[in-house]
């Protein structure tokens, strides 16, 4: 079988399982944290992979996957997937700042994904893959924009699209989604997909993992 042919055949997170979870999903600002801990939220397509390239990071205490950006309640995964609720797929990250700073989790941030293609990543198509930074402080702020602008552009020729929005609330996912390329390493999507995401970090940022 061709890898393109693979590409077409797994290259979709929507195409996936999407039966709904056993618990009902929970609308939080921020997920309950240890003290001296800080939030981050990205969108980068997928979260999925997403999720994947963040969770082996020193200083990463937690990486949730979930919807932000939209303007319905407590939408479900095939709610977000027809694009009409404005969500996008999104994680949040309880970080340790004085392990790894926000400033870093960026760099992985744009090195990991394509952040000059609208509302596209790869065969994932639509609003909810937007690649979206959701600031909950005016210094996460402007860490984004300053990273947009300078180092962003080092690693991709085309104009950046990337949305920098505050932060408003966050829906957790399903529960299938949580863990989703530990849990399912075997999977095509994850193989194909996720896995030269995640060497990508573990060759650029070996001195950044646990």
């Known amino acids: 079988m061709s890898l393109l042919f693979l590409g077409f055949s797994f290259g979709s997170c929507a195409q996936h399982n999407s039966r709904p979870s056993s618990n009902e999903k929970e609308e939080i600002k921020n997920i309950m ?30 990486v949730t996957s979930g919807y932000s950006g939209g303007k319905v309640k407590n939408p479900t ?35 990991t994904h394509d952040p000059t293609t609208l509302n596209r990543q790869g065969a994932d198509t639509g609003t909810q893959y937007r690649s979206v930074i959701f600031y909950h402080n005016e210094e996460q702020k402007e860490t984004a924009l300053r990273m947009k602008d300078e180092f962003a552009p080092t690693l991709w020729d085309d104009p950046v699209v990337t949305e920098i929005s505050p932060f408003t609330t966050f829906f957790i996912a399903e529960d299938y989604h949580q863990n989703y390329y530990k ?16 060497r990508k970090v573990r060759e650029l940022y070996a001195d950044w993992l646990k």
């Open 183 to 198: 849990d399912n390493p075997n999977q095509g999507y994850c193989r194909i997909v996720i896995n030269p995401k995640v």
């Open 33 to 62: 944290q240890k003290e001296g801990l800080e939030t981050a939220t990205f969108g980068a397509g997928c979260f999925w992979c997403v999720e994947a390239v963040f969770q082996d990071l020193k200083g990463v205490e937690s």
């Open 77 to 111: 995964y095939r709610e977000v997937c027809t694009g009409a609720t404005g969500h996008a797929e999104v994680i949040q990250i309880q970080f340790d700042p004085q392990v790894i700073s926000y400033e870093n989790l960026l760099r992985v941030f744009f090195t």
